[in-house]
T-cell receptor, first 114, second 114 residues
Framework: GQQVMQIPQYQHVQEGEDFTTYCNSSTTLSNIQWYKQRPGGHPVFLIQLVKSGEVKKQKRLTFQFGEAKKNSSLHITATQTTDVGTYFCAGPRRSGAGSYQLTFGKGTKLSVIP | EPEVTQTPSHQVTQMGQEVILRCVPISNHLYFYWYRQILGQKVEFLVSFYNNEISEKSEIFDDQFSVERPDGSNFTLKIRSTKLEDSAMYFC????????????FGPGTRLTVT
């Protein structure tokens, strides 16, 4: 079945440093989604990438989707303490009747040292 | 902004007991999901539900699990005879019409089986 792998598992950075997490899928994806989960919280949708080679930006966050649509990355520039949390990539897989189940990576837990 | 809600926030139960976890998806959404997250691990798909029936279920979703949409707003997950390994955070999610892939997660129910 579809597997989604993420590295690194943990990342500790000094506030102001950059951060990158990488995601790889065992299968070609129709799209890839990124979610953020704050400590004790629930996954919150950040973005969806659909096109091969797509790059999207949200303020200090830059998301990329690989040309082969099997890998993706999230880069945060100049981290802040509010960026703390676990960042998950997720690959949708079509279930029956038009619904999509998400296969999540294990996530990258980001700690930011003030 | 509409949100997915879940009750209770925390449920403690004894092994072998039945539990029902409740969710109220976003009102105009049509696709509903249950996921679980064992502490410190990734989010795992359990089941998807559309048009009053299960679209797909994972290997985790065995005969002890069932889902129901008893009325126009609630979406429930029942575990008939809980096991210690069922202890986890259970997230309900919903998504709009097909073609909109992002899923909106509720705050979760922490299930502790003793």
């Amino acid at each position: 079945g579809q597997q989604v792998m993420q590295i690194p598992q943990y990342q500790h950075v000094q506030e102001g440093e950059d951060f990158t997490t990488y995601c790889n899928s065992s299968t070609t994806l129709s799209n890839i989604q990124w979610y953020k989960q704050r400590p004790g919280g629930h996954p919150v949708f950040l973005i969806q990438l659909v096109k091969s080679g797509e790059v999207k930006k949200q303020k200090r966050l830059t998301f990329q989707f690989g040309e082969a649509k099997k890998n993706s990355s999230l880069h945060i520039t100049a981290t802040q303490t509010t960026d703390v949390g676990t960042y998950f990539c997720a690959g949708p897989r079509r279930s029956g009747a038009g619904s999509y189940q998400l296969t999540f990576g294990k996530g990258t837990k980001l700690s930011v040292i003030p | 902004e509409p949100e997915v809600t879940q009750t209770p926030s925390h449920q403690v139960t004894q092994m072998g007991q039945e539990v029902i976890l409740r969710c109220v998806p976003i009102s105009n959404h049509l696709y509903f999901y249950w996921y679980r997250q064992i502490l410190g691990q990734k989010v795992e798909f359990l089941v998807s539900f559309y048009n009053n029936e299960i679209s797909e279920k994972s290997e985790i979703f065995d005969d002890q699990f069932s889902v129901e949409r008893p009325d126009g707003s609630n979406f429930t997950l029942k575990i008939r005879s809980t096991k210690l390994e069922d202890s986890a955070m259970y997230f309900c999610a919903s998504s709009p019409r097909t073609g909109h892939y992002e899923q909106y997660f509720g705050p979760g129910t922490r299930l502790t089986v003793t």
